[in-house]
């Protein structure tokens, strides 16, 4: 009997480990090994309700990879999905040297990332947007059937101080928003809220 109990001891704490392993697993992207969309979802709630508790702004930047259709149609997907990769981790490397390491990327859906900043202003959170952006540039992955010859990013900027949790989708449409007014004002920019402006690459 003392041997069936530790047995199935044994078994149970072998159980909740693997269960610990799979939900940690359920939050993250397969490719790009960041956040998916579940666990950015689940995060933002979480820290939407702190800053909200603490009175501390929240920011969000909105990531999309300039002609990643195209890249894919004529680099092919084994490529694309490497250009997504890097993307990635750049995006994870901004993130965690954001101000302390609070920085939180995902991958939203395709070629579409964010990166959570609690506690960053809108001007914060544009001059990490603007180095994110040249990263992005510098890493001079070839995308010859475009104007600049590689790869870049459109970036939208959404920063809040938050009240309430029905306002965490404010700050996704903002985010959205702007990276889609980037994305007509010609790809390759960040674009903010408010008087925080345009920035344009040189």
């Known amino acids: 009997m003392d041997d069936m109990a530790t047995t199935l001891a044994q078994r149970e ?3 909740r ?3 610990g392993r799979l939900k940690a697993l359920a939050r993250l992207d397969g490719l790009t090994g960041l956040l998916n969309r579940r666990g950015f979802d ?3 709630q979480v820290e939407w309700r702190r ?3 603490l009175q501390r702004p929240l920011a ?4 999309d990879v300039d002609h990643f259709k195209l890249f894919n149609d004529t680099r092919g997907h084994l490529e694309g999905d490497d250009c997504l990769r890097a993307v990635a981790r750049t995006l994870a490397l901004a993130a965690k040297a954001a101000n302390g390491d609070w920085g939180q990327a995902a991958r939203y859906g395709g070629e579409e990332f964010v990166v959570l900043l609690p506690h960053a202003t809108a001007a914060m959170a544009t001059e990490l ?3 994110i952006r040249v990263a992005i540039e510098d890493l001079n992955i070839p995308h010859p059937t475009v104007h600049t010859g590689r790869v ?3 970036i939208g900027v959404a920063a809040v101080m938050p009240r309430d949790l029905a306002g965490a989708q404010a700050l996704l449409n903002e985010a959205d928003a702007n990276v889609y007014a980037a994305k007509r004002l010609g790809r390759n920019k ?5 008087p925080v402006g345009l920035l344009e690459a040189s």
């Open 152 to 154: 870049t990013v459109s």
């Open 17 to 19: 480990v693997s269960n």
């Open 42 to 44: 689940a995060d933002l």
């Open 60 to 63: 969000l930047l909105m990531i």
């Open 51 to 53: 800053a909200a508790k």
């Open 129 to 131: 947007a603007e180095r």
């Open 13 to 15: 704490g072998q159980l």
């Open 190 to 194: 960040v674009v903010a809220p408010g």
